[in-house]
Structure formats: structure tokens, C-alpha cells
């Protein structure tokens, strides 16, 4: 009798160890894959955008018309963000001052302390962002002085975490 009961303990044993070897490797592969869904999501979208402008001067202001075109159809939200820089040379490592433009003459920008990622799942910002809510291929207004230089990200929400899919330098 002892010896059924010493197998059984042993038996009952190595199943737990087993059920959370399981648990633990299939949950830490779990998030990884959430993560590459997320990263080849947004390296498709940036795959396919275009970032279109056209200027039109009036009152000494540049009012620049950004229309972020998409060719796939992606019909959830996206996000602009504008703040003013000098000229870089890297356009890709620049980051916002705490400066931020103003889009479509509106003050109904979210403002959130957020992280930005890459498309390659990186962080390349984190703190207080004024974006604006938009759709691909809508006109947006940028109002600009003359002789500044604008950075426009274009970001996406994907499963929670905001993805600069695009940017460029307006001026």
C-alpha cells in the first residue's frame, strides 16, 4: 500500500509540473504571437501608405492638405500627430518637443501619455501626445507659418498599442 500511494504522489506530482510548464511556455508563446500579428499588421499598412500633400497660401499662412492614402482597405481609425522641428538629416529618429500643431483648425485633439512603437515593434516614443482622430484618404488641414518645418506621423491602434505607420517633413 505504501508503495500505490508513493507512485501516486509521484504520478500526481509530475502532472502538476507539467500542466504549468504548459501554461507558462504556451502563454509566453501566446504573447509573442499577439505581438508578430500586430508588427506584420502594421508593417502592411505602412506598406501601402502614401502620404499626399498640396499647399495653398493665404494670410501669410502655408495651409498645407495632408491626405494620408491608404490602398488597402483598412476602415478602422487612425491617428495624426504634427509638431514643428528643425531640419534633421534622420527624419525617422525625430520625436515631438511637447509642440504640437494643430490639424483641421480644431481643438479636439486627445491628448494621453502614450508609447509609440515602430513597425518593427520597437518603442520610438513615450509620453504626452496631442493626435487626431481621422480615417484614411480624409483631407486634413494643417495650417503651417511660413518657412516651418512640420513632422506629420500617421499612427494606427493595433491591438492596443499605437504603431507610427507613416511620416513625412511638410515645409
Not at 34 to 58: D, F
Not at 99 to 106: E, G, K, L, Q, V
Not at 142 to 155: D, F
Request: hydrophobic share 40%.
Amino acid at each position: 500500500m505504501d508503495n500505490a500511494l508513493q507512485s501516486f504522489i509521484l504520478l500526481t506530482i509530475t502532472i502538476v509540473i507539467g500542466l504549468i510548464l504548459v501554461a507558462y511556455f504556451g502563454g509566453a508563446f501566446g504573447i509573442q504571437s499577439v505581438n508578430t500579428v500586430s508588427e506584420k499588421e502594421a508593417s502592411c499598412l505602412a506598406a501601402g501608405l502614401q502620404i499626399k500633400e498640396n499647399y495653398v497660401v493665404q494670410y501669410g499662412r502655408d495651409n498645407i492638405i495632408v491626405v494620408p492614402y491608404e490602398t488597402q482597405s483598412y476602415n478602422e481609425p487612425i491617428y495624426i500627430v504634427a509638431f514643428p522641428i528643425t531640419s534633421a538629416s534622420q527624419l525617422e529618429f525625430v520625436t515631438p518637443n511637447g509642440t504640437f500643431c494643430p490639424i483641421n483648425y480644431s481643438t479636439h485633439a486627445i491628448k494621453a501619455n502614450i508609447e509609440i512603437y515602430s513597425t518593427s515593434n520597437q518603442i520610438i516614443y513615450s509620453g504626452q501626445i496631442c493626435m487626431y482622430k481621422t480615417y484614411f484618404n480624409t483631407p486634413q488641414f494643417l495650417s503651417v507659418k511660413t518657412g516651418e518645418s512640420v513632422m506629420v506621423w500617421i499612427l494606427a491602434c493595433i491591438d492596443g498599442k499605437y504603431y507610427r505607420i507613416g511620416y513625412s517633413e511638410v515645409s
